[in-house]
């Protein structure tokens, strides 16, 4: 098993990446999952839909997904993919437990930011909640989302001819 050290960076690097442009997504689109109801007093109520809630997590997810897979990591091996989606995991990992502690409290806009890291591993943890209804389980399995780009890895690194 041959891996290049230079497709290591690949997949933590898009995983932070497309959770920062589908956490500014989520906010911008925001009209799709808002639910606005007029009570009989005329007192405006703002909630959200959880269908539509799921479908624009789910549809996230999966977008993320088959972009990484079909173009951002179409020349790296299923190893090389494996060993670069658990560097994406530890750094989901990581950032998670420093965002359970105490010390956040210190470091808020700090913590803000990594949240919007984070978030296309949380678009797949919403799906995983509503089966079982635990956060907590959801949250860990979320963590293997970069373990899903696998398959869409080669089997062998593909020669170039010398010129």
């Known amino acids: 098993m041959n891996i290049r050290l230079n497709t290591l960076w690949r997949v933590p690097v898009f995983c932070l990446a497309a959770s920062w442009v589908t956490y500014h997504l989520t906010i911008y689109m ?3 999952f808002i639910v606005k109801t007029t009570g009989p007093d005329g007192v405006v109520n703002l909630s959200t839909d959880p269908v539509r809630t799921a479908i624009w997590h789910m549809a996230m997810f999966l ?3 088959l972009v990484g897979g079909l173009w951002a990591f179409q020349s790296m091996t299923k190893a ?3 060993a670069s989606a658990a560097i994406a995991i530890a750094v989901k990992l990581a950032l998670s437990a420093w965002l359970q502690t105490d010390d956040v409290q210190a470091g808020i806009p700090l913590a803000l930011t990594l949240i919007k890291l984070l978030n296309w591993f949380s678009d797949f943890s919403v799906l995983l909640y509503w089966p079982g209804q635990n956060p907590e389980v ?8 970069p373990l ?12 170039t001819s010398p010129a």
Request: proline fraction near 3%; glycine fraction near 6%; hydrophobic fraction near 55%.
């Open 30 to 32: 925001g009209w799709f």
């Open 63 to 65: 977008l993320v997904l």
């Open 80 to 82: 090389e993919i494996a």
């Open 138 to 145: 959801s949250s860990l399995l979320s963590s293997l989302a």
């Open 148 to 159: 899903l780009f696998i398959p869409f890895g080669r089997k062998t690194v593909r020669q």
